[in-house]
């Protein structure tokens, strides 16, 4: 049996693992060189403290406030494209308590399920990328911030998940560079970290030594459709027009590119790229213990064992490599808000000179393309009007928590398996 898969993103490469795994003959068509994309620079959170979807009561009026500001965590760009209106419309109606409280628990097993995954890889000793059972601690300034996350904690609780509330001289015992303003933090024990661009480094090569067929620079450009199946792939690379006409399954794995590729199936999939920002640094004294995210101002840290990173920004809008200093700006002011201390890191002190930064934005700021669906969940599933046709994305801030979870569902998917989880939260015939 062949399959062959588009994308060679985390959700990709994690689907061709499973299928070859089982036994498929699997090709991957990704249309760059596999050294960067959103899996490579994010957080490397594997993160089941994000039980809560994207689309969740208060984010359109949050949303709404911050679009007035040009440093803000999150913003839409106003635009009347047809695209943008369609997702919108329905990520607006599906931020409803209904819908949080229907998606936690699905949200919550296949977090869980992809993290044990995703240890198993390390554990294997097949591959080594700093895999980490530290948890991940939400810290908060205000009261209102520490509100909100004391009832997320009570709901983690109930789904099973292991918190624990730190108080303010707690938070200064895990990182003496804490300022003694912040009240606390809740620490999500279940949530773990690894080194993406390590991981998104070793999975081709393993993949390409268990027989996996990867075409680099290869865009997927169409399909031929015979009544509701594929028979066709076209792609394009520097060589020509190429097509491939003997695949069983085909898995959609293009990230924030899908619902252009879906397009030309005939397939309808509401998903919109969420741009975000990141910045690492080297770093021989690591002044950050546990991963944590600085809540008022959304900004996440990740150390490990000589990096630090820092991210943020949620920019939903067209794919365009436009880099908006304020924003990144706004993501280095926010640490020392927190964490004072980790500037007198000489890596941080040269990365927050705001006048090299400027000079230098293309160098030291990466960005990526967050998937992200209408509803905050991914679409794992097969699709509506094409019988062999697999979709394997829009997990929005959660690929990489999701990846190795994916992957395996595909495959026991595309194989008429029974699969590990009840896949109707996530069945993309949902729009
Ligand atoms: C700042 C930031 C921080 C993040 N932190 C985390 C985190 O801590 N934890 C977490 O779980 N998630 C995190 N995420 C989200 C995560 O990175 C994404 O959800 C994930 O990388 C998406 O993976 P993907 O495989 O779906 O897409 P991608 O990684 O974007 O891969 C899609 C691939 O498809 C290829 N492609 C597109 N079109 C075509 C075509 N026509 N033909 C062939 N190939 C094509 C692209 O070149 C690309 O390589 C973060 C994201 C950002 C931006």
Redesign the pocket.
């Known amino acids: 049996m062949k399959a062959t898969i ?7 490469l994690s689907s061709a693992w499973f299928l070859a795994a089982d036994g498929w003959e699997v090709t991957v ?4 060189d596999l050294l960067d ?3 490579f ?7 089941p403290s994000h039980f809560v979807p994207l689309a969740q009561p208060g984010v359109i009026g949050q949303g709404f406030w911050w679009m007035f500001s040009v440093k803000s965590p999150f913003y839409v760009r106003p635009s009347l494209r047809p695209d943008l209106l369609n997702w919108g419309w329905k990520f607006i109606r599906a931020s409803t308590q209904g819908h949080v409280d229907r998606s936690a628990r699905p949200l919550t097993e296949l977090l869980l399920f992809s993290k044990h995954l995703t240890a198993d890889w390390q554990h294997s000793g097949q591959m080594s990328f700093e895999y980490t059972e530290d948890g991940c601690i939400m810290y908060y300034q205000t009261a209102k911030k520490e509100q909100e996350e004391l009832e997320n904690a009570r709901i983690a609780a109930d789904l099973g998940l292991k918190t624990e509330v730190i108080d303010r001289e707690q938070a200064q015992q895990i990182e003496p560079d804490m300022r003694p303003d912040v009240r606390g933090g809740v620490w999500f024990k279940d949530d773990a970290h690894l080194h993406p661009n390590s991981l998104m480094r070793q999975l081709p090569q393993l993949l390409e030594q268990r027989g996996v067929k990867i075409i680099r620079r ?3 450009t169409g399909f031929s459709k015979a009544g509701k199946s594929i028979q066709s792939i076209r ?1 394009r690379d520097e060589k020509g027009d190429h097509t491939i006409s003997d695949s069983d399954v085909v898995v959609l ?5 899908s619902p252009q ?1 879906a397009g030309m199936a005939g397939e309808h999939l509401p998903l919109m790229p969420g ?4 910045m690492t640094i080297d770093t021989d004294r690591q002044r950050l213990r546990i991963p944590c995210i600085l809540l008022e101002a959304k900004v ?1 840290m990740t150390p490990w064992q000589t990096q630090l990173r820092i ?2 920004t949620m920019e939903i809008g067209p794919i365009n490599d436009r880099i908006l200093f304020p924003r990144v700006q706004g993501i280095l002011e926010a640490v020392p808000k927190f964490l004072p201390g980790i500037t007198d890191d000489p890596a941080f002190r040269q990365l927050a000179d705001l006048e090299a930064l400027k000079r230098d934005l293309r160098e030291k700021v990466w ?5 992200v669906s209408a509803d905050g969940m991914p679409y794992i599933g097969f699709a509506k009007k094409t019988d062999n046709l697999l979709m394997a ?1 829009g ?9 190795a979870g994916t992957g395996k569902l595909i495959a026991e998917m595309a194989g008429g398996k029974p699969t590990s989880l009840d896949m109707k939260a996530f069945d993309p015939r949902r729009y």
């Open positions: 588009i994308g060679g993103g985390i959700a990709g068509l990704e249309k760059g994309n959103c899996s620079g994010n957080m490397g959170y594997l993160s290869a865009e997927v792609y794995a293009a990230g924030s590119w590729i741009k975000g920002y990141s996440a991210g943020s960005f990526g393309f967050r998937p994305t997990h929005a801030m959660l690929g990489l928590s999701l990846g």
